[in-house]
């Protein structure tokens, strides 16, 4: 028990270590969401009407729809960095290391789950307090209800860019693949548009929309911050979660690869 925390708290302590060495990550990881809240708001609201009812029945902005999107969008974006950065641990040789210490190969990627998780908590509250200096603010309860929200979208998030690193080898493939993973999760979700607008543009795009593992990611972190809870979101998200760390446990099992070099 003393060494799995040990290790968690080494591999915690050195993706921070690392992200503060990065600066240019979290300007990158602010700005993104910040040209959405500051710049493209405008043009969409006036394309979806002045209010949006969300399914808590109040009319608010559409700058306050997408503040819970945007954040989602920051741990997107990080759950997939945090896994491309496997990829080139593996590349130069210290992800074999720490996958070959004593301790169990699943603890192992759950810590590197965790540690990302982190870093991506502490970028999407620093958006948020950026969101409440330009006048967007919520229920000070939903700056606390959002934290385990936003540790479970960014688990479940990260186990996604988990699972697609133990298949991908080569760092230059992972870049492409997460643009191809990326952008349909964040465009066919809940994020920038409500599901009844989906609804509106056809069933079948509603219908992907409200299979998307990042909509119900989305709606968790939403409902959280208007301290309102929402248990088909956070099952779901659960769900996902699950799925998501099988397959990449699936993926980083040494078995697997003995297999494959004898086939």
Known sequence: MRRGLTALRAIVLREALRFLGQRGRLVAALVRPLVWLLVFAAGFRAALGLSIIPPYQTYIAYETYIVPGLCGMILLFNGMQSSLSLTYDREMGS?????????????LLVCKLMAGSVISILQAYAFLAI???YGIQMPWQGYLLALPALFIAALMLGALGLA?????KQ??????VMNFVIFPMFFLSSALYPLWKMAEAGRVLHSICAANPFTHAVELIRF????TPNLPALGWTLLALAAFMALALWGYDPARGMMRRKG
């Open 131 to 133: 969101a409440a200096l």
């Open 224 to 227: 959280a911050l208007y301290a």
């Open 171 to 176: 760092l230059e493939n992972f870049a492409g």
């Open 95 to 107: 992800m074999k290391l720490l996958l070959t210490s004593p301790l169990p190969r699943w603890w």
């Open 164 to 168: 697609l690193s133990s298949f991908i």
